[in-house]
């Protein structure tokens, strides 16, 4: 006879989806979280944070369109020219998905196509220091 072949037990069941605890550690917002902060007087306090030492880049740098931080300037302008910056705001032109939306695909009223939003790249300002 040779090595059993069982993997794992029923007890350790949490340690067959592994994957799902990765995936989900460096999760970012959602497509419907960003249309919410790219309203302008969340777009603003966003864009013009306190300086926060436990964030990289101290908040200075920050993506609206990608819900991330750069360390400096450079990097935040050499992050919109790639192409994850370019995808997502593609993905971002698509009005997002509503409850009454919702509604109407489950058969209470008639189906109304999804409006294009234009999305463009932040304006960034040059800090002269």
């Known amino acids: 006879m040779g090595k059993s072949k069982q993997v794992g ?5 949490k340690k067959k989806h592994i994957s799902k605890t990765w995936k989900t550690k460096r999760r970012t917002k959602d497509l419907d979280q960003i249309h919410s902060d790219m309203k302008p007087d ?3 306090k966003l864009l013009n944070q306190e300086v926060d030492y436990d964030v990289t880049g ?5 993506c609206l369109h990608c819900a991330r931080y750069f360390t ?4 935040l302008k050499e992050h919109f020219k790639t192409k994850g910056h370019k995808k997502r705001l593609k993905q971002l032109r698509e009005e997002p998905y509503t409850q009454a939306e919702a509604e109407r695909a489950a058969g209470m009223g008639s189906y109304i196509t999804p409006k294009k939003v234009e999305v463009k ?3 960034v300002e040059e800090d002269m220091d």
């Open 58 to 62: 101290c908040a200075q740098h920050y």
């Open 42 to 44: 969340t777009a603003t």
């Open 121 to 123: 790249t932040q304006a």
């Open 72 to 75: 400096d300037m450079r990097s």
């Open 9 to 13: 037990n029923h007890k350790s069941d």
